[in-house]
């Protein structure tokens, strides 16, 4: 498992940059150590920073289904918006609510090199917009209102 950075590291308010070559060996051995990482965290979802690594790559874990994410870039927001609450692995026992667009389309790449348009709503699209924004060194709290403590849930 990778060690989760956490806020105040200036990593994560580094903009991230592109990956290069996903066939890299680094790139390869780092895509199966995030994903074993996000699931043993408890998390649905971890960008690269958030283990230390500025670079434009992101896994998801929501109803079953895993995204690996390369380059992601956000093509279409919808113009109405959602509060909902969110917490983040690099800023752990906070949570707060984040007005977000209801729906995107994400552009990627995914694992196997394929260019992936994904159309998300709701909490997926909610988790997909947390993650990107860690790329642009922008955490939840930036955005939040109610912050409160969840550290008395354990
Ligand atoms: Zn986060």
């Known amino acids: ?6 806020n ?10 592109p990956v290069a070559d996903l066939n890299s060996p680094e790139i390869q051995q780092l895509i199966p150590a995030m994903l074993e990482t996000m699931l043993k ?9 958030q283990i230390g690594q500025n670079i434009k790559l992101v896994t998801i874990q929501f109803e079953g289904e ?3 994410m390369i380059n992601p870039r956000i093509i279409r927001k919808s ?3 959602d509060w909902g609450e969110e917490g983040c692995l690099s800023v752990p026992g906070v ?3 984040v007005n977000r667009p209801r729906a995107i389309k994400v552009n990627f790449i995914n694992e196997k090199g394929e260019n992936q348009i994904l159309a ?11 993650e990107l924004d860690h790329l642009d060194g922008v955490l939840f709290i930036d955005k939040a209102k109610q912050l409160k ?3 008395t849930n354990g």
Do not use: E
């Open 1 to 6: 498992m990778l060690r989760i950075i956490t």
């Open 8 to 17: 105040p590291n200036l990593i994560l308010r580094k903009k991230s940059q």
């Open 41 to 49: 965290a408890d998390g649905v979802g971890l960008a690269a920073p």
């Open 66 to 68: 895993t995204y690996i």
């Open 79 to 81: 113009f109405f918006k």
């Open 95 to 97: 949570a707060g609510k």
């Open 120 to 130: 998300a709503s709701k909490m997926l699209a909610r988790i997909i917009q947390h």
């Open 149 to 151: 403590s969840t550290l």
